[in-house]
């Protein structure tokens, strides 16, 4: 099967083909968790932000107020900082206990390396039809971008919304006036975070051609063979040249996983769709 057929049947081939396993269960976990708190903090962020918009003031009314909002902000704020500290945990554990091989260098390894900027200048090329579109390893540019992006947004969302939170514990290490710029800073960051998420995040991951509808690897763990040879073909010939397909070969996902993955890969796709057009609506009227 050619890229293109593979492209108008996304997830082609369940229970015909092999499959491979490409995340463990806690990575699915990890991801699935960060997703839904990510679209329950952004939702309840969003409402605190325009909260004289009819719309805001309609759902805090459904929920019992901007009061409830506010708590469902900090709980999933609690949420989503356990998460992110259990996958730092783990990276050290892999790290420091296990001595993973690959984790910080190598083929396998989400820190960007040289072939990132080659084969970001090979795909610009491909989409101006100057050459022949990358071929890509583990994780694709795009992916590593997204990975480090919600690095980059868990250190100022995370560290202004606290600062927020403990006004009196911040206050004792900067400057009272630094609390209102961690205000402005949480707000336009978590704007910024959520266009992100919502439109270039989906559509890598779910929208393009090669992936459209959605693809369920991510929440599954498992990809068709096919999938693997066109999207990861550097991983897949180095590891097929070393003997260990073996090792990864998975059950194809039952059908039920599929349904639900699908199920919660739509409705995140329409959340967010829907709080983004919510944002640029309240910013249009003001
Ligand atoms: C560790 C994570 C986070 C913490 C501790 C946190 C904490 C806070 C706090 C304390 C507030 C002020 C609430 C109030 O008193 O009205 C707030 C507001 C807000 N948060 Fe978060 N938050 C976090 C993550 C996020 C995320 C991931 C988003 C969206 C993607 C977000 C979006 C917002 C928005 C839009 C506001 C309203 C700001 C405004 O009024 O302009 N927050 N957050």
């Given at each position: 099967m050619g890229t293109a057929e593979l492209a108008s049947r996304p997830n082609?081939?369940?229970?015909?083909?092999?499959?491979?396993?490409?995340?463990?269960?806690?990575?699915?976990?990890?991801?699935?968790?960060?997703?839904?708190?990510?679209?329950?903090?952004?939702?309840?962020?969003?409402?605190?932000?325009?909260?004289?918009?009819?719309?805001?003031?309609?759902?805090?009314?459904?929920?019992?107020?901007?009061?409830?909002?506010?708590?469902?902000?900090?709980?999933?704020?609690?949420?989503?900082?356990?998460?992110?500290?259990?996958?730092?945990?783990?990276?050290?554990?892999?790290?420091?206990?296990?001595?993973?091989?690959?984790?910080?260098?190598?083929?396998?390894?989400?820190?960007?390396?040289?072939?990132?900027?080659?084969?970001?200048?090979?795909?610009?090329?491909?989409?101006?039809?100057?050459?022949?579109?990358?071929?890509?390893?583990?994780?694709a540019y795009w992916e590593k971008l997204d990975y480090w992006g919600e690095w980059w947004g868990m250190g100022v969302i995370g560290l202004t919304g606290y600062a927020m939170w403990f006004p009196e514990f911040f206050a004792r290490f900067i400057p009272g006036r630094w609390l209102n710029v961690a205000l402005v800073f949480h707000s336009w960051e978590a704007l910024l975070a959520a266009g992100f998420i919502f439109l270039i995040h989906f559509f890598n991951a779910h929208l393009r051609p090669l992936n459209f509808p959605m693809d369920l690897v991510i929440f599954t763990g498992r990809q068709s063979e096919e999938e693997f040879k066109i999207r990861h073909p550097v991983e897949y010939e180095r590891i097929a040249a070393s003997g260990g397909l073996e090792k990864l070969r998975a059950e194809a996902p039952p059908r039920w996983m599929n349904n639900c993955s699908g199920l919660f890969g739509l409705l995140a796709i329409l959340a967010g769709f829907l709080l983004m057009v919510l944002a640029v609506s309240s910013f249009v009227r003001g």
């Open positions: 082609a081939g369940i229970d015909e083909e092999m499959y491979y396993r490409r995340f463990t269960l806690g990575q699915r976990y990890q991801h699935a968790g960060l997703a839904t708190s990510f679209l329950a903090l952004a939702f309840t962020g969003m409402t605190l932000r325009f909260s004289t918009q009819d719309w805001a003031v309609t759902a805090a009314r459904l929920v019992g107020g901007f009061a409830v909002i506010q708590f469902f902000h900090l709980f999933f704020a609690v949420i989503l900082t356990s998460i992110f500290l259990i996958h730092v945990g783990d990276l050290i554990r892999r790290m420091v206990y296990l001595h993973e091989k690959g984790l910080l260098s190598g083929p396998t390894t989400m820190v960007v390396r040289r072939k990132d900027f080659e084969d970001f200048f090979a795909n610009m090329k491909y989409f101006l039809w100057l050459g022949p579109a990358p071929k890509f390893d583990r994780y």
